[in-house]
Nanobody
Framework: DVQLQAFGGGLVQAGGSLRLSCAAS????????IGWFRQAPGKEREGVSC????????YYAASVKGRFIISSDKAKNTVYLQMNSLKPEDTAVYYC?????????????????WGKGTLVTVSS
């Protein structure tokens, strides 16, 4: 079974940093795009960033580009999201997700598999 477990959420002041981790199991890491989505209270879920472990290609939403960095560790089957210069508007539940195939498919079609979310709260 595909399993995705997200870790690392918490409370941080504006301007601070957090690193989220997504531990993946049950599938061949290189065959999937893995990404982070978030949902703020009262808002729709949005894509934040995703990565293809097979070729290292990445995507960032405009709202986080230059502040967030996504990376993967194939040896650990883990994807990280380093979040810097956090803003109150980054407050949301962050979800790790995966989709079989290239990065482009995830960008267009979203994810097939979802982990439980982790809450990130940025105080002003």
């Amino acid at each position: 079974d595909v399993q995705l477990q997200a870790f690392g959420g918490g409370l941080v002041q504006a301007g601070g940093s957090l690193r989220l981790s997504c531990a993946a199991s049950g599938f061949t890491f290189d065959d999937y795009a893995i990404g982070w989505f978030r949902q703020a209270p009262g808002k729709e879920r949005e894509g934040v960033s995703c990565i293809s472990s097979s070729d290292g290609s990445t995507y960032y939403a405009a709202s986080v580009k230059g502040r967030f960095i996504i990376s993967s560790d194939k040896a650990k089957n883990t994807v990280y999201l380093q979040m810097n210069s956090l803003k109150p508007e980054d407050t949301a539940v962050y979800y790790c997700a995966a989709r079989y195939g290239p990065l482009g498919l995830m960008r267009v079609l979203g994810a097939d598999y979802w982990g439980k979310g982790t809450l990130v709260t940025v105080s002003s």
